[in-house]
């Protein structure tokens, strides 16, 4: 396990092992992004009080947390390339920003949708609307930040501190409908009876959360396989498969 | 952990550190500032001077609400459930406004303490549930009423 963990960080291992994942993870986040979107868009109930236009949640609430949890891995690897000057981590830290920045951006987006019936408006200022938008502007600092500089090291080392300085925003986040008075509601929790979110609400949800979890590490392994052929390009592993790639056309 | 390393997660370990407690001392000094939204009570406790604008959020007493005129004049109470303010508001109304359900309204106290509200927004709860299984529940509801009533009419 620890020798396995240990591979991944070198970014040709981390290549090597990927190749044979990307084919699954491609299949079972499409299909767990198509159940989940005809079941909660076309087969769940409407709601009792917000008839149908609750089904904007089936996105929302998974893309708002991928962008948090995102953040949350950014700040990891940023620490970890930090302190033990793993390649492999400033990569991951590279590539998952402009991913976390998009899924920040349609959980806005779709929120804000949600919010106009709902609420009665697009936007409002209160704690865990603002704490959230300040989250979006912390990926685009992160990524303004990293391309700054001419040399990749002080790039990396500038948006790790900031990464790391920025992630004391997910806790309050998370925490801003409990702290203070806010429109956002807090989470629905799952009790025993599922009396605030009952089965056939919450089901579909299942499906897209975890469809979206997929479609983010989809992503982040994709564009780090870029960014390792990229960083490599003079290595022989990567002259051999570029040869090699080019033999079989 | 060998020297350079450490020193290393120390300044990690310290930039977080001194971020969080400056956001921290931030959030604790804006306190209240931060919320949304005056509760019934806080306004009877007197946190709100004189006749400026402010936000006012509970939820709308079951029975209060009267329209008037062609329908867009609205009144009606906000409830925290220790203390009530009457709300007056022109205008219309979002979809999800209901009686029982969460408001607040952007406004100001008027000198005879009714809060004139120049916006209305609904405050929705984490509660979902599907059409069907409200219905279901309201008729047992009802049912179960009317039998206690029934009982209480027939010893």
């Known amino acids: 396990m620890w020798q396995w963990l240990y591979k991944l960080g070198s970014p040709r291992h981390f290549y090597e092992m990927t ?3 990307v084919p699954w993870l491609t299949g079972v986040s499409l299909f767990l992004l198509i159940v989940g979107v005809v079941w909660g868009l076309g087969f769940a109930p409407p709601d009792y009080q917000m008839g149908d236009s609750y089904r904007i949640l089936y996105i929302h609430v998974p893309t ?14 940023a620490a970890m390339h930090m302190i033990w000057n793993i390649k492999m981590a400033d990569i ?4 998952c920003a402009p991913v976390g920045a998009g899924y920040t951006a349609l959980g806005l987006i779709t929120g804000s949708l949600w919010g106009k019936p709902t609420w009665g408006t697009y936007w409002i200022w209160e704690a865990r609307l603002t704490s959230y938008l300040i989250l979006l502007f912390l990926f685009l600092g992160v990524m303004a930040l990293r391309a700054a500089y001419d040399s990749e090291r002080s790039g990396s080392k500038a948006a790790s501190v900031l990464a790391i300085v920025g992630v004391v925003n997910v806790p309050i986040i998370y925490y801003s409908v409990y702290w203070w008075n806010t429109l956002h509601q807090v989470p629905s929790e799952l009790g025993r009876d599922g009396s605030a979110n009952p089965p056939e609400i919450f089901i579909p949800a299942l499906f897209t959360g975890f469809a ?19 960083r490599e390009r003079r290595a022989q592993w990567v002259q051999d498969l570029l040869e090699k790639e080019l033999a079989d056309v | 952990m060998n020297q350079v390393r450490k020193q290393k997660f120390l300044i990690v370990g310290s930039i977080l550190a001194g971020s969080i407690v400056t956001v921290g001392l ?3 000094a804006f306190d209240k500032g931060l919320n949304a939204f005056i509760t019934p009570t806080e306004i009877a406790e007197g946190k709100v001077n004189g006749s400026h604008n402010f936000r006012i959020g509970g939820m709308v007493k079951k029975g209060s609400l009267v329209r008037k005129g062609t329908g867009t004049q609205i009144e009606f109470i906000a409830t925290d459930f220790n203390e009530d303010i009457p709300v007056v508001y022109t205008g219309v109304l979002p979809d999800l406004f209901r009686e029982g359900q969460g408001v ?3 406004g ?12 209305v927004l609904a405050k929705h709860d984490e509660n979902y549930m599907s059409k069907e299984v409200k219905a279901a529940m309201d008729a047992a509801e009802k049912k179960k009423t009317g039998k206690l009533a029934t009982e209480g009419a027939h010893p």
């Open chain 2, 108 to 119: 100001h106290m008027d000198a005879s303490g009714v809060f004139q509200a120049d916006t």
């Open chain 1, 212 to 230: 979206v979890i997929g479609l983010f590490f989809l992503a982040v392994i994709l564009r780090s396989r870029n960014e390792i052929l990229y």
């Open chain 1, 19 to 21: 190749t044979g994942f």
């Open chain 1, 92 to 95: 991951v830290a590279k590539v």
């Open chain 2, 26 to 28: 931030l959030l604790v």
């Open chain 2, 104 to 106: 607040t309204a952007d």
């Open chain 1, 64 to 77: 708002s947390m991928g962008g948090m949890g995102a953040f949350v891995l950014l700040a990891m690897m």
